[in-house]
């Protein structure tokens, strides 16, 4: 029986990532806490691992009840810890020094801010298929895998690619549920120069990405549909999610079913 065996909510954009037991559901579709702020230049764009690779460099830990980041800058002697709320100059300062120019932290508490925001609910990816894709990558763990990927849901109790039935030719959702949310699969997410990147120190894997898509298109499944893939570096599932799941809970643990599709 395929079940939800992890969730990982990433408060700031582009930053590490936290585990959770449970996960409420917001209005917008998004996990609460999940990418929640963001970092921004003095021109308005986002500072994030796709066009500063640098930001890789930086370890964050969250107290989310506590509303606290832990921040390890390189080099530093020690944990810097800011109150995402109150102390958010200071944190500007730090993140500023760091970059080496000046940078904002942003809230979204609606829907935070995800790279898709017509799909902006969790992203689903199956444990088997992180550890399949690992191993095209001599030298690359699953978990490593996983930092890459920056998936919000993992299912496990599958095979690899199980998630590939969650989306359908491209226009239709597809109706699925982890325990009693309601989810619908869109399309599979297509990837960025991030997963090519060592999440740790930023430094690119070898024909990351041309590897990816040639084993990634040997390996499609004959029964997934066809349309969604205008290139194969795509892997996990964009979803959205209807109003009648807002306010409920993802638990570690829920059985995940899919549901009879309208035609």
Request: charged letters at 20%; aromatic letters at 12%.
């Amino acid at each position: 029986m395929p079940y939800l065996a992890k969730i990982l909510v990433y408060p700031v954009k582009s930053l590490d990532g936290v585990e959770v037991e449970n996960a409420g559901v917001l209005a917008s579709g998004a996990l609460q806490y999940d990418r929640e702020f963001a970092i921004f230049d003095e021109q308005g764009k986002f500072v994030n691992a796709k066009r500063h690779a640098k930001i890789h460099l930086l370890r964050a830990q969250f107290a989310l009840f506590n509303r606290t980041i832990s921040l390890q800058i390189p080099d530093g002697d020690s944990q810097q810890i800011f109150h995402l709320d109150d102390e958010r100059q200071a944190l500007e300062a730090t993140l500023s020094d760091f970059f080496g120019f000046a940078v904002t932290f942003r809230q979204n508490s609606l829907m935070g801010f995800p790279d898709d925001t017509s799909a902006p609910g969790s992203t689903v990816i199956s444990t088997a298929t992180l550890a399949e894709v690992a191993s095209w990558f001599p030298g690359l763990s699953v978990d490593e895998m996983r930092r890459r990927m920056r998936a919000n849901i993992e299912i496990d109790g599958v095979p690899a690619f199980w998630e590939d039935q969650l989306f359908s030719e491209q226009g239709d959702l597809f109706s699925f549920q982890v325990g009693d949310v309601h989810f619908f699969g869109v399309k599979p997410c297509q990837r960025c120069i991030v997963p090519t990147r060592d999440s740790y120190l930023g430094e690119a894997y070898p024909n990351f990405q041309k590897i990816f898509a040639n084993q990634r298109q040997a390996t499609l499944p004959d029964w997934v549909a066809s349309s969604p893939f205008n290139h194969f570096y795509r892997l996990s599932v964009n979803t959205q999610l209807p109003p009648s799941s807002s306010g409920k809970i993802l638990q570690i643990g829920d059985e995940v079913n899919t549901l009879p599709q309208e035609n």
